[in-house]
């Protein structure tokens, strides 16, 4: 029953992403119509045409997607905040809104985490040895790093808000099958060190970021298990992401 509830859940969500993409690309469409026809408000394209729109856009839809709402609150809030001024509205050093935007994003970063055990606060630095087949890592304002010895690894969730983490795999071995690891940084780092057999794919958005995967030159020689595959998946805003090959 679980199971069914979850597919049903993934469905709904999906369909919703859709949807809104759908209403978002047609929107574009309209708007580039008005424009090339030349009926658009030159005031109204100085506020279209921006990156701050883009941000606002990009989180709309990440809101529905598998990041999570947080990254997409999170960009909402960046374009936002350079984007008012544009409007005329009200005349503010841009600047001075960071400090009370960064407390809302981790308030709702902690509201909306869900799974658990956490380390917040409580530890600035840790060091963990992890046996089991999931990591669930979280680190605001601290770091740590997690040394993982399973040798059925299936995958977790890695999140750094204002942090980092460096994730250990040289002692751990796939689970068989395809093993998703999540990773969300935003304003953090995350650094794994990787067996240089395993078969890995990145399918990570950076946004004013980067995460790279630093394959070894002659890493074609080495012979990898194509039944094992870990699959990276996740978004980084404003930090960034290594993985380096042990």
Known sequence: MNHLNHDSEKCNQGLLKRVITGFMFLAVGAVFTMYYMDILDPAIEKIIFTWQM?????????LTGKHGIVP???????GSIYLIPKLGFV????HHLWIPAIFI???????????????????????????????????VFGGGTTVVTSKTFRGGKIV?????????????ALA???????????????????????????????ILGGFEDR?????????????????????VIFGGGDIKRV
């Open 160 to 172: 750094c808000v204002f942090g980092g983490s460096k994730i250990d795999f040289s002692e751990a």
């Open 215 to 235: 394959k070894y030159r002659n890493i074609t020689t080495i012979e990898m298990d194509e039944t094992k595959v870990l699959v990276i998946k996740g978004v």
């Open 105 to 139: 994003i981790i308030g709702l970063f902690i509201l909306f985490k869900t799974r658990s055990p956490r380390r917040d606060f409580k530890d600035n630095f840790h060091k963990n040895n992890l046996g089991t087949d999931y990591i669930d890592e979280t680190n």
């Open 176 to 206: 068989e099958g395809t093993n998703y690891l999540e990773i969300v940084n935003v304003f953090g780092g995350t650094e794994m060190l990787i067996p240089r057999e395993w078969k890995v794919k990145t399918d990570v958005t950076a």
């Open 91 to 94: 005349d503010y050093p841009v």
């Open 54 to 62: 883009l941000l606002i856009a990009i989180g709309v839809v990440t």
């Open 72 to 78: 997409g609150v999170i960009l909402i809030t960046v």
